[in-house]
Structure formats: C-alpha cells, structure tokens
C-alpha cells in the first residue's frame, strides 16, 4: 500500500521559491508510478502541477512549466516539488499523488497524500 | 475557468440515483479513455472513485458508475447516501503537451 506525506514551510514569501518533499512508504519510488503533485486554493478547484518518473524527463502542466521543478530521489524514496517566484495566487493545498503512467500517458491519481496549506504572503 | 465543465451543484434524496456530466473536447475526453472521477469530503484530500471511464478501484462501492457519450463524461451514483455528500471532481487525459485537465467540481448535497 502506497503511502506519502508531503512537508514543507506552511509560508511563502512573495518572489520566493516553494519547495515541498513528498516521502514514499511501502513502496519503492523506483518500481513504476509517475509521482507528482497538484494543488488546490482554499475553496477551488484542482490543477495538476506536474509528475516524473524517477528515470525519465518530468510532465509539468503548460502554465506552470516555466516556474516548476518536479526531481525524485531514489535514495531516500522521495520526491520534491520546487515552485519559483511565487505569488499569492500559488497560496493552495499541495498535494503529493502518484500515478501510473507512460509512454506521455498519465492515467489517473490512485494514491493522494493528505496535503499541505502553503500560504504566500510577506 | 477549468478545462472540463461540470455543474457547479447537483442535489438528490437517500435512494436516488444522480449524474454528474463533465464536459470536455475532442482534445481530452473525446479522444482518451482516460477520464477519472474524485471524491473529496471537506478538509479531506481527494479519493478516486472510477478510472479510465468506468472502472472501479479496489474498495469503492458499485453505486458508483462512470460512462462516456462523445466529448461527455458522466458519473452516476446510485442509492444515494448521505455519506456520498460531497465534491466530485472529474479528469481527463489531455494528450503529450497538455497532459491532465480537471473540471471545476460538482458540489453533492444529499437532501
């Protein structure tokens, strides 16, 4: 049974770069899910940021691609999430998902870690 | 404004049978048998209900179908309960550049 557990400042400031860890247990990051990440703002809808598989190039989402860096980490089972030049309409829950996928494909999102409020503001 | 358009609420008393649409375009739902569907409670990260158009993971209840017609899919959910009060999210695979799309969220009130 996958599960992951996002961490991360709960505050931003304006300009600055976001940066969260999603921890893998129970299974390996290296055995065939895209891991990633999507958002949402208090009271929104869902936008998925982007997913990576640990030895191929990352998906990112088109409006965020520019600012997004999704990298896993094989050795200690996790993977992160680097937003730069954030502002407050990147204020949102992240969450960390895992999906299985390949070959451009993303399925669907069958394992959800339980999120994180990430606020920007100075 | 999201990229799959869903109604912004749908209500139904314990028993009844809803559906909730989702609509998209030739790019996403219309080409991919990739549609999904979430459940979300309040303050509660969200849980996936159907896959790849109509298939359910392992737990989730049977009430729960999904269905796809052209460029719309739709969940139905059956004998409805009160715990099925909810947000439900769709999503679709959008192919090699877009990626993944989601709709706005249907907000289900259990009467």
């Known amino acids: 049974q996958v599960q992951l557990q996002e961490s991360g400042p709960g505050l931003v400031k304006p300009s600055e770069t976001l940066s969260l860890t999603c921890v893998v247990s129970g299974y390996s990051i290296s055995s065939g899910y895209f891991w990633g990440w999507i958002r949402q703002p208090p009271g929104k809808g869902l936008e998925w940021i982007g997913s990576s598989y640990h030895s191929a190039s990352p998906y990112y989402n088109p409006s965020l691609r520019s600012r997004v860096t999704i990298s896993v980490d094989t050795s200690k089972n996790q993977f992160s999430l680097n937003l730069r030049s954030v502002s407050a309409a990147d204020t949102a829950f992240y969450y960390c998902v895992a999906s299985p996928g390949g070959g451009g494909y993303l399925y669907y999102f069958d394992y959800w870690g339980q999120g994180t409020l990430v606020s920007v503001s100075s | ?111």
């Open chain 2, 1 to 111: 404004q999201s990229a799959l358009t869903q109604p912004a609420s749908v209500s139904g008393s314990p028993g009844q049978s809803i559906t909730i649409s989702c609509t998209g375009t030739s790019s996403d739902v219309g080409t991919y048998d990739l549609v999904s569907w979430y459940q979300q409670h309040p303050g509660k990260a969200p849980k996936l209900m159907i896959y790849e158009v109509s298939k359910w993971p392992s737990g989730v209840s049977n009430r729960f179908s999904g269905s796809k017609s052209g460029n719309t899919a739709s969940l139905t959910i059956s004998g409805l309960q009160a715990e099925d009060e909810a947000d439900y999210y769709c999503c679709s695979y959008a192919g090699y550049s877009t990626f993944v799309v989601f709709g706005g969220g249907t907000k289900l009130t259990v009467l």
